[in-house]
C-alpha cells in the first residue's frame, strides 16, 4: 500500500509538475510572442504617422537627384566646397585687390584700395564647381565683382562685369543688384520664394527641391499622406519643345528674354535655351529637338560625347532620313563627315570673356573654321 501510496503520491506531484511547467511554457511563448508582436505594431504604426516625402515612392529619383547641378545650384553656408578647399582666394585688379577667406565655415569678402577696407561675412553661394556670391551691405545686395572659377581655380571678374570700371570702393565691391533680380538669383537658385510675398533670403533653401519644377509636389505629397492620389503634378514629359524651353528659359533664359534684353556676344552662350532657339533644326514641336531629349535635370550632366550621338542620330541618321522621307515632315540631312562625336563639330565649345569657363553652344550648325561668335 505504501509503494502503491507513494507512487500515487509521486504520480500526482509529477503531474502537478508537468502542469506547471506546461503552464510557465504556455506562458512564456505568449509572452514572447507578445513582445515580438509589440514592435511590429509599433512600427507599423510608426510608418504609418512617417510623413510622406517626394523619397517614399520615387526614391531612385530623388537619389540621382542629390547629386545634380540644379540641387546644388545654391551651396549652403558652412558647407562649400569649393571654398572649403581653397581657403585663401586673392586678386588684384583695376587698383583693388580682393580676397575671400575662409575659416570653420565662414568666409569673409573683402575689397581694399589700400587706404579703406570693406569686409562682409558671405552667407549666399551661387553656383556649384564656379561660384558667385551675392552680398549685403547697408540693407542692399550686392553681386560680387569677382567669382571663383573652377578652370583656373581662382578669382576673376564675374561674367558680365567685364565692363564696369569702379569709381569707388563699394563699386569695386560688387554691382548693385536692384530688387526684381535680386529676387530673380534667389528664385532661380534657391527654393522657398512665394510669388507676392517679400524676399527673405535667410528663409530661401539652397538648391532647388522638387516643388521648384513641379508644381503641386506639396500638396500632391500632403494628399499622399491621406492615401488620395487622384491630383499629381503636371508631368513636364508633355510638353513640346518650345514650352519645355519657355519653362527651363525661366532661369536658363529664353529667346525672348535675351531679345527683351538685348544681350549679345559670348557671354550669353550659357544661356541654352535661347542658343537652341536659333538653330535651323529647332521647330518647337518635335520633341527631339526640346531640352529634355538630352538632359535629364534630376542627373548629372554627362561630358562625353559619344553620349549625344543617338540623340543626334535621332533625327540625322538613315534610319531617321527614311521615315521622314514618307511624311510631309522635310527631310533631315546626314552628315557627310561622320556619324559619332556630333557635338564636337557642330556644338562647339565656347569661352567666356576672360576665359575662365567654357560653355557649349547650343546654337546648333555647321560650324565654319575662324567664323565670328554669331
Known sequence: MRSVSGWSAFSLKSSALRLTVCACAALAVVLFVSARRAPVSAQRTKAADAPVTCATCHAGVVNEYAHAPMRHAMEPEG???????????????????????????????????????????????????????????????????????????????????????????????????????????????????????????????????????????????????????????????????????????????????????????????????????????????????????????????SHDPAYYDAKCLACHGEQAHRVAAATPMAVPKTCPVARKNCVSCHMPKVDLPGGNQQFTDHFIRVVKSGEAYP
Not at 101 to 110: A, H, I, N, P
Not at 118 to 138: A, N, R, Y
Not at 261 to 269: E, I, K, Q
Open 79 to 301: 558647407a562649400n566646397p569649393a571654398l572649403d578647399t581653397h581657403p585663401d582666394l586673392r586678386l588684384t585688379q583695376n587698383g583693388y585687390s580682393y580676397s575671400v577667406q575662409t575659416r570653420d565655415g565662414k568666409s569673409m569678402y573683402t575689397v581694399t584700395d589700400g587706404k579703406e577696407t570693406i569686409t562682409l561675412p558671405m552667407h549666399w553661394f551661387f553656383g556649384t564647381h564656379s561660384q558667385t556670391w551675392v552680398l549685403e551691405k547697408d540693407g542692399k545686395y550686392y553681386e560680387s565683382m569677382v567669382s571663383y572659377f573652377y578652370r583656373p581655380q581662382a578669382l576673376a571678374t564675374t561674367p558680365g562685369d567685364q565692363k564696369i570700371m569702379p569709381h569707388t570702393l563699394t563699386e569695386a565691391m560688387g554691382r548693385a543688384l536692384p530688387i526684381w533680380e535680386t529676387r530673380e538669383c534667389f528664385d532661380c537658385h534657391g527654393s522657398g520664394v512665394k510669388a507676392g510675398e517679400a524676399l527673405v533670403p535667410e528663409n530661401v533653401k539652397p538648391g532647388l527641391d522638387c516643388e521648384h519644377c513641379h508644381a503641386g509636389a506639396e500638396q500632391h505629397m500632403a494628399d499622399a499622406q491621406k492615401g488620395d492620389f487622384k491630383a499629381l503634378p503636371v508631368s513636364l514629359k508633355r510638353l513640346d519643345a518650345e514650352s519645355v524651353s519657355t519653362f527651363c528659359g525661366q532661369c536658363h533664359r529664353s529667346f525672348d528674354a535675351v531679345l527683351r534684353n538685348g544681350w549679345h556676344g559670348p557671354a550669353f552662350v550659357r544661356f541654352s535655351p535661347y542658343r537652341l532657339a536659333l538653330s535651323r533644326c529647332f521647330s518647337g514641336n518635335d520633341p527631339r529637338i526640346s531640352c529634355l531629349a538630352c538632359h535629364d535635370p534630376h542627373r548629372t550632366v
